[in-house]
T-cell receptor, first 112, second 114 residues
């Protein structure tokens, strides 16, 4: 039981490049979330998926897209990376009707 | 809309001393309140949560928090800290919607000094 896993752990991109951050969970979570963490700003919600087949925007969705591939997997895509997207990205999962979110270890992304 | 304010960005404290990390929230609806801890280079881990019932909530690692509705606060306390408690602590609030979106505070770095 690995919980919530994220790949890659680290990534360096040039401005304009694209990439997909992967997240998978084996905890049978209905809901999944993508956050970004920036110094002094806590975590901010980018997108979330309340259940398989649905996705919704969070607080800071601009420049990102998501795909809920199946119940286990929720990916985050940067189509054209910008330096402002340099951040640590966390994926989380949670059970519908429950309140605790379980976080992955994070992906540290640098955009040059 | 809801928001969370963590009043102290950094709290240094000596080992075995008590500590309080402050959190205030604003919301127009009933909320659930959480404290998460983040150790260096790791993800977030739940310390404790308040959903309903007793306003004093006990969590892991000897931490507790008290929900005060009139002051819209949810301060975290520990009577005696250890070096291993050095970490960043985040207060968070969620609404009662099915997706349980979390809104986080900006975090408090707790540094325990020997």
């Amino acid at each position: 039981n690995a919980g919530v896993t994220q790949t890659p752990k680290f990534q360096v991109l040039k401005t304009g490049q694209s990439m997909t951050l992967q997240c998978a969970q084996d905890m049978n979570h209905n809901s999944m979330y993508w956050y970004r963490q920036d110094p002094g700003m806590g975590l901010r919600l980018i997108y979330y998926s309340a259940s398989e087949g649905t996705t919704d925007k969070g607080e800071v969705p601009n420049g990102y897209n998501v795909s809920r591939l199946n119940k286990r997997e929720f990916s985050l895509r940067l189509e054209s990376a910008a330096p402002s997207q340099t951040s640590v990205y966390f994926c989380a999962g949670g059970l519908a009707g429950r309140d605790t979110q379980y976080f992955g270890p994070g992906t540290r992304l640098t955009v040059l | 809309a809801q928001s969370v304010t963590q009043l102290d960005s950094q709290v240094p404290v000596f080992e075995e001393a008590p500590v309080e990390l402050r959190c205030n929230y604003s919301s127009s609806v009933s909320v659930y309140l959480f404290w998460y801890v983040q150790y260096p280079n790791q993800g977030l881990q739940l310390l404790l949560k308040y959903l309903s019932g007793s306003t004093l909530v006990k969590g892991i690692n000897g931490f507790e928090a008290e929900f005060n509705k009139s002051q819209t606060s949810f301060h975290l306390r520990k009577p005696s800290v250890h070096i291993s408690d050095t970490a960043e602590y985040f207060c968070a609030v969620s609404d009662s919607g099915s997706a349980r979106q979390l809104t986080f505070g900006s975090g408090t770095q707790l540094t325990v000094l020997p």
